[in-house]
């Protein structure tokens, strides 16, 4: 089995519910919105900032908070 994921408008929720037992799915909410980046992606700005620390480069935590925050849906 895999895993996908599915946004629908909260209007269509039943439906959906409906469809899924019917089907014999799983239907799971998300509790978190899934990264727009790829794990490559991130391991790259990883490695990025960490070069930036050592090199006493940087940007302020809460600078940063926004930045991470925009990364997801």
């Known amino acids: 089995m895999e895993d996908y994921v599915l ?8 439906f959906v519910i ?6 014999g799915w799983f239907v799971q909410k998300q509790s978190e919105a899934p990264c727009l980046f790829s ?4 391991l790259a700005f990883d490695r990025q900032a960490m070069s930036e620390i050592s090199q006493g480069i940087g940007i302020s935590a809460i600078e940063a908070k926004k930045m991470a925050t925009s990364w997801v849906r």
Do not use: G, W
Request: no cysteine; net charge negative; aromatic share 6%.
């Open 18 to 23: 409906a469809l899924a037992q019917r089907m």
């Open 39 to 42: 794990n490559e992606e991130a």
């Open 7 to 14: 946004s629908i408008p909260k209007n269509d929720y039943s």
